[in-house]
């Protein structure tokens, strides 16, 4: 879902209001919070039947593992859901920012950027990028560098610190590494990048 489908035909950032998409970020957000309450209690209900079936006979196991089975599928929908609400927020979160900065950056130029860029391609730029919490120069550097083609760029480094990310929780999970140590390594080779 996209700017289109949640504003209609209004899916020109020059159109879209700051209201509106105040108004989104707040649906968004309560949606998010249901989307991981849901999960939880699914995680929460895979872990009760898993311990249910310590100790039971073959049947009782069998039982619950197909009841275990379904909870995943679930809980996979679910968490799909959620990463697609949560591109919505970060779309919307950007837009309000950029509307915020409207008369800003008209001044320096950046809007007529803005307003030239297919919607499809603008909702694709400003779901990479994070403009909550930005000064206004490193806003303007930030949609600067999305239209100026250099996404591949910003989407490896935003690629590369996941990655490790998950590969640090892999090794504390497995027992490989303590989780101090992991977060020290990490965090040092992220503020080596900067």
């Given at each position: 879902?996209?700017?289109?489908?949640?504003?209609g035909?209004?899916?020109?950032?020059?159109?879209?209001?700051?209201?509106?998409?105040?108004?989104?970020?707040?649906?968004?957000?309560?949606?998010?919070?249901?989307?991981?309450?849901?999960?939880?209690?699914?995680?929460?209900?895979?872990k009760?039947?898993?311990?249910?079936?310590?100790?039971?006979?073959?049947?009782?196991?069998?039982?619950?593992?197909?009841?275990?089975?379904?909870?995943?599928?679930?809980?996979?929908?679910?968490?799909?859901?959620?990463?697609?609400?949560?591109?919505?927020?970060?779309?919307?979160?950007?837009?309000?920012?950029?509307?915020?900065?409207?008369?800003?950056?008209?001044?320096?130029?950046?809007?007529?950027?803005?307003?030239?860029?297919?919607?499809?391609?603008?909702?694709?730029?400003?779901?990479?990028?994070?403009?909550?919490?930005?000064?206004?120069?490193?806003?303007?550097e930030?949609?600067?560098?999305?239209?100026?083609?250099?996404?591949?760029?910003?989407?490896?480094?935003?690629d590369?610190?996941?990655?490790e990310?998950?590969?640090?929780?892999?090794?504390?999970?497995?027992?490989?590494?303590?989780?101090?140590?992991?977060?020290?390594?990490?965090?040092?080779?992220?503020?080596e990048?900067?």
């Amino acid at each position: 879902m996209g700017i289109r489908d949640v504003f209609g035909r209004k899916s020109t950032v020059e159109r879209l209001s700051l209201r509106e998409l105040q108004e989104e970020e707040i649906r968004l957000r309560n949606r998010l919070e249901r989307l991981k309450k849901d999960i939880n209690a699914i995680e929460k209900k895979k872990k009760e039947l898993f311990q249910q079936g310590i100790g039971a006979d073959k049947l009782k196991k069998k039982m619950l593992a197909q009841e275990i089975k379904s909870l995943d599928m679930e809980e996979k929908l679910k968490l799909k859901e959620f990463t697609t609400a949560q591109k919505q927020y970060t779309l919307i979160k950007n837009l309000i920012v950029v509307k915020k900065y409207e008369k800003e950056l008209r001044e320096v130029g950046v809007w007529d950027k803005l307003k030239k860029v297919e919607p499809g391609e603008l909702e694709k730029a400003l779901i990479r990028i994070n403009l909550d919490g930005k000064e206004f120069n490193e806003m303007v550097e930030s949609l600067n560098r999305v239209f100026e083609m250099e996404i591949a760029e910003f989407e490896e480094g935003e690629d590369e610190t996941e990655r490790e990310l998950f590969e640090a929780w892999a090794q504390v999970e497995s027992g490989e590494a303590e989780p101090d140590e992991v977060v020290e390594k990490v965090l040092k080779a992220e503020t080596e990048e900067e």
